[in-house]
């Protein structure tokens, strides 16, 4: 039997919550982007009748159809980057909280409580945080920033690709397929790529 999902969005009725997310950290290519969604407590089962749920479990057409429905719907929303020169400077988790802040600090609305996927809770952030595990299964409001981060990076990284056609970056979105690694080794990176990984340490810069 099938756990149910925990909707943590309806157990604290009277508190504004952020759902907190973040996508590309495993890339080698490209920055990493997080989102913060603050949904209406009255939208949360029509959120999830939508379909909204973990991005990396819906097709890429389902998660443009819903971006739309998610900004309509949301009291505030907001989109954080974290660039590349920081991931190397900072290395890719302390770059990816670094995004999931600024997306926060971006809200119109400031939340009372976020919600943040993951078990490593958010530096110098000035609000009350709960960090979750497998969040984008357990609370609405992070599956629906889980989906605007994916689609905003992956918007990113198909620009990103019209300007370095050989890595296929459209396609694997920077991650390391054996296409992509492939033209690492022919090629050499391009200031795109994070040096601080190791497929890409060392590597040519191309000019």
């Not at 604290?12 to 209406?40: F, K, M, S, W």
């Not at 407590?41 to 429905?69: F, H, Y």
Request: net charge positive; aromatic share 4%.
């Amino acid at each position: 039997m099938s756990t149910p999902k925990i909707y943590h969005e309806q157990t604290c009725a009277e508190v504004t919550i952020a759902g907190v997310d973040e996508v590309g950290r495993g890339a080698l290519c490209g920055i990493v982007v997080a989102a913060a969604a603050i949904l209406p407590k009255s939208a949360i089962a029509q959120c999830a009748a939508w379909g909204i749920k973990d991005s990396k479990k819906l097709s890429a057409s389902q998660r443009e159809r819903l971006v739309p429905q998610i900004q309509q719907i949301a009291i505030a929303y907001q989109i954080g980057v974290a660039s590349v020169a920081e991931i190397d400077e900072l290395n890719i988790l302390q770059a990816s909280l670094l995004a999931m802040r600024r997306a926060i600090d971006g809200l119109a609305v400031p939340p009372e409580l976020c919600l943040v996927d993951g078990n490593q809770p958010i530096p110098a952030l000035d609000l009350p945080q709960q960090t979750l595990i497998n969040g984008e299964d357990r609370s609405i409001s992070i599956a629906a920033a889980s989906i605007l981060a994916k689609v905003w990076r992956d918007r990113a990284m198909t620009e990103l690709s019209l300007i370095y056609p050989q890595y296929q970056l459209a396609k694997n979105k920077g991650y390391g397929t054996a296409a992509h690694l492939l033209a690492i080794a022919k090629c050499g990176i391009t200031t795109a790529h994070r040096q601080s990984f190791s497929p890409c340490r060392d590597r040519r810069m191309l000019t």
